[in-house]
């Protein structure tokens, strides 16, 4: 079946405009996971939705970023002025009900220069 | 605070020669430990969830283990293919779903 699908695999943006990326969950997954990773570092965990609703939005790191998901589905990560500093691999995830197995999408690599 | 260290940062080997991964933790009540495989520009690969000191799992080359301090990811006699970024997560036992990652380790398997 089909798996987590993220989209673009890679943004290249100039300092200060606005992205939004976009990820398409497993069918029938309530929870969606966002999560970045930086160069040479660990998985950082953003944001956790059940359903549409976003009861842990401790990782987003400054209120440039926020998070959508809508229909219990597609979810988007926006980003605000982006800052050199943004530039990393945005990972989503989606978990079946019941269920703390995260399945990951391949990833939007964002370049901000 | 809780932390995830994984051990070597990287990690050379030739087909054949087993070795094994570490992860050490320290977390307030773990619920489970994670390991996922990662390739290169590819999201992670679930492999293994461990839940309690003493529980192991096996997959193909591949075994893990846990104790109260750290887990083990043993590769026997592998192959090129495994060649990958393994990462190392943790989930507390207060949260259903976040995961805090180790930084990985980056195995190379030569033929």
């Known amino acids: 079946g089909a798996g987590v699908s993220q989209s673009p695999s890679n943004k290249v943006t100039e300092k200060g405009k606005d992205v939004e990326l976009r990820c398409d969950p497993i069918?029938?997954?309530?929870?969606l996971y966002w999560y970045r990773q930086s160069l040479g570092q660990g998985l950082e965990f953003l944001i956790y939705?059940?359903?549409?609703?976003?009861?842990?939005k401790s990782g987003l790191p400054s209120d440039r970023f926020s998070a959508e998901r809508t229909g219990g589905s597609v979810s988007t990560l926006t980003i605000q002025r982006t800052q050199q500093e943004d530039s990393a691999v945005y990972l989503c995830a989606s978990s079946p009900p019941g269920s703390t197995e995260a399945f990951f999408g391949q990833g939007t690599r964002l370049t901000v220069v | 605070e809780d932390q995830v260290t994984q051990s070597p940062e990287a990690l050379r080997l030739q087909e054949g020669e087993s070795s094994s991964l570490n992860c050490s933790y320290t977390v307030s009540g773990l619920r489970g430990l994670f390991w996922y495989r990662q390739d290169p520009g590819k999201g992670p690969e679930f492999l293994f969830t461990?839940?309690?000191a003493g529980e192991e799992k096996e997959k193909e080359r591949l075994k893990a283990t846990l104790t109260k301090k750290e887990s083990f990811l043993h590769i026997t006699a592998p192959k090129p293919e495994d060649s990958a970024t393994y990462l190392c997560?943790?989930?507390?036992?207060?949260?259903?779903?976040?995961?805090?990652f180790g930084s990985g380790t980056r195995l190379l398997v030569r033929p």
């Open positions: 069918s029938g997954h309530t929870a």
């Open positions: 461990l839940y309690s």
């Open positions: 997560a943790v989930q507390r036992m207060d949260s259903s779903y976040k995961l805090i």
């Open positions: 939705f059940q359903g549409n609703s976003a009861p842990d």
